[in-house]
Every structure is written in structure tokens, then in C-alpha cells.
């Protein structure tokens, strides 16, 4: 009996779906906590048009070097609280 395998490229775009969820998930979760209502309103908006404007890209490379990308940023943004709550 002999068992198909299926290819790691076919079950790709379903997680790399995911991983940009979770990316505009955190980034949210981290905006929420900005202090300042009209910065939050803005980092929310800009958040919202970046996924909106790359929600086509198909290129699997293009997609993780977005997700790269955002991750920087988001780490860029938590910084940035941090340092303002100290």
C-alpha cells in the first residue's frame, strides 16, 4: 500500500494566510495600546490601507518578505511603547 504525500508548496498559501493574520492581529493588539487617540487612530488606518493595498500579492517571496517587513515594524512600534511607558 503506498501512501500519497502531498507537496509542503501546496499547503503554502494556507500558511502564509495565516501567518499575515496573525501579523495584523498583533499589529492591532499592539496599536490598542497606544495612549494617544488621534496616533491610534492613525496607526490603525495606516495598518489597515498596507494590508489592504498588498492583499493581492501572490509571489511567495514578495509575501515573506512583507511579513519580514511587518515584523520589523511591529517590533519597532512595541519598542516604542515600551520606551514610552518608562
Do not use: C
Given at each position: 500500500?503506498?501512501?500519497?504525500?502531498?507537496?509542503?508548496?501546496?499547503?503554502?498559501?494556507?500558511?502564509?494566510?495565516?501567518?499575515?493574520?496573525l501579523?495584523?492581529?498583533?499589529?492591532?493588539?499592539?496599536?490598542?495600546?497606544?495612549?494617544?487617540?488621534?496616533?491610534?487612530?492613525?496607526?490603525?488606518?495606516?495598518?489597515?490601507?498596507?494590508?489592504?493595498r498588498?492583499?493581492?500579492?501572490?509571489?511567495?517571496?514578495?509575501?515573506?518578505?512583507?511579513?519580514?517587513?511587518?515584523?520589523?515594524?511591529?517590533?519597532?512600534?512595541?519598542?516604542?511603547?515600551a520606551?514610552?511607558?518608562?
Amino acid at each position: 500500500m503506498t501512501t500519497s504525500r502531498r507537496p509542503a508548496a501546496l499547503f503554502s498559501p494556507f500558511i502564509r494566510r495565516q501567518q499575515v493574520l496573525l501579523l495584523y492581529r498583533r499589529i492591532l493588539q499592539t496599536i490598542r495600546q497606544v495612549p494617544n487617540d488621534s496616533d491610534r487612530k492613525y496607526l490603525k488606518d495606516w495598518a489597515r490601507e498596507e494590508f489592504k493595498r498588498n492583499k493581492s500579492a501572490t509571489e511567495e517571496d514578495t509575501i515573506r518578505m512583507m511579513i519580514t517587513q511587518g515584523n520589523m515594524q511591529l517590533k519597532e512600534l512595541e519598542k516604542t511603547l515600551a520606551l514610552a511607558k518608562s
